[in-house]
């Protein structure tokens, strides 16, 4: 039965047969000479802003992802189209170079960039972009690069070590788009698996798969809708104030080199070396939200799903209280998702400022759970969500 106001993913091999026809009629080929690759999106299920203090997340790939059909090129030409986007690019592979004019092309454009500066042997090729990931925080740039990457690699039969492509996607954000990202989403969509979250040092760069089972229950994303502003600024200002709490607990503190390195012990020991309230919250939450991921990792593999959400809740508390990156919208969709029976937890997920909450909701509660939080959330915001039922997916591959 299909759900009013909630989005079941879509079958992929059903959007493969749809967008053959776009291919031939966008690069002038047959169908027949189209290859699929895909990469999912990811939620992260707990560990929010830990990801660039070295510490520990749990994120999982969801069932919403980009699809790259795409076909070699043997004259060095790279031509990206999106079925969402206008812009579309051409250029020879020799001249890539970052250009605000390429919009979202920047982001495909600088995987071949990255590859080739590697020693990858990868050159020319058509592909077609064809998105289903929701909202905002649900890493739509890191799938567009994974898709994009094994895609190269799949036309060009070529090999990469997984975690360095995951790496190496991440330096297309950081140096080639200039978004200065964590490790954790191209990490989540190069190396996500069916059933599991991922458990991930992202100091160390170790995980391990911890089983997500959810038996009776499904992963909802609800989408604020809020048109995301000043963003990059706000990430960038708990950037610099985690790295002024780290200069001050390392006058104590010598041998550490993130904030996670920190024990609650140590912290509440020697937290009052930070002089700025606002910096010492900033750590705080760092801190405690670190020790939260394990724990959630310990009630996951316990089969305690009440326990996991009451440490998202604490989650988002921590998010809202000290960290400050909720807002009324954020704070709203949890407020009346936890007021409906069979939902055991609910956060806000991604960098904060607007973007997606996640909630864990009994499955045939998910009706009401839809209803009911969109009439509080439309009361108390004037803006109407989306909501977007998922599961634990399969990292990039070649369909």
Request: charged share 25%; hydrophobic share 40%; proline share 4%.
């Amino acid at each position: 039965m299909k759900r009013i106001g909630v989005r079941e993913p879509s079958s992929i091999d059903s959007r493969v047969h749809s967008l053959l026809a776009t291919f031939s009629e966008e690069f002038d080929r047959s169908p027949s000479e189209a290859t699929a690759y895909y990469a999912p999106g990811r939620v992260n299920l707990i560990g929010e802003h830990t990801d660039y203090n070295g510490g520990y997340v749990l994120p999982a790939a969801i069932d919403y992802g980009t699809i790259a059909l795409t076909s070699r090129r043997d004259d060095g030409v790279v031509r990206f189209v999106s079925t969402s986007r206008q812009v579309k690019v051409a250029v020879h592979v020799d001249d890539i170079r970052p250009d605000p004019a390429n919009d979202w092309a920047n982001y495909p454009l600088g995987v071949v960039y990255k590859l080739r500066r590697a020693g990858v042997e990868v050159g020319g090729v058509d592909m077609l972009i064809d998105g289903d990931i929701p909202g905002g925080g649900l890493s739509s740039s890191a799938s567009l690069e994974l898709a994009t990457a094994v895609a190269l690699l799949g036309v060009w039969n070529q090999t990469m070590d997984r975690v360095e492509l995951v790496k190496l996607c991440q330096k297309v954000e950081n140096e080639f788009v200039g978004i200065n990202s964590g490790i954790m989403d191209q990490y989540a969509v190069g190396m996500g698996k069916a059933g599991y979250a991922i458990f991930l040092d992202c100091g160390k760069l170790i995980h391990r798969y911890v089983p997500l089972r959810l038996p009776g229950y499904k992963i909802v994303i609800s989408n604020t809708k809020k048109p995301r502003h000043l963003v990059d600024s706000k990430y960038n200002e708990r950037r610099a104030q985690c790295e002024e709490a780290l200069r001050m607990l390392k006058s104590v503190l010598p041998n550490i080199e993130c904030l996670t390195d920190v024990s609650i012990d140590e912290f509440e020991a020697h937290s009052g070396v930070i002089d700025d309230p606002v910096v010492r919250n900033r750590a705080e939450h760092i801190v405690y939200e670190n020790a939260r991921v394990l724990s959630a990792v310990t009630a996951l593999e316990a089969g305690d799903l009440n326990e996991f959400g009451r440490l998202m809740v604490e989650s988002h508390n921590s998010l809202r209280d000290l960290y400050e990156v909720t807002g009324i919208e954020l704070d709203s969709l949890v407020e009346e998702a936890l007021k409906v029976d069979g939902v055991v937890g609910s956060r806000m997920t991604g960098g904060g400022f607007g973007g997606c909450t996640v909630s864990i909701v009994k499955q045939d509660q998910i009706d009401e759970f839809a209803r009911r939080v969109a009439e509080g959330y439309t009361r108390t915001t004037g803006l109407t969500p989306e909501f977007y039922v998922t599961g634990a997916a399969d990292g990039a591959r070649k369909m």
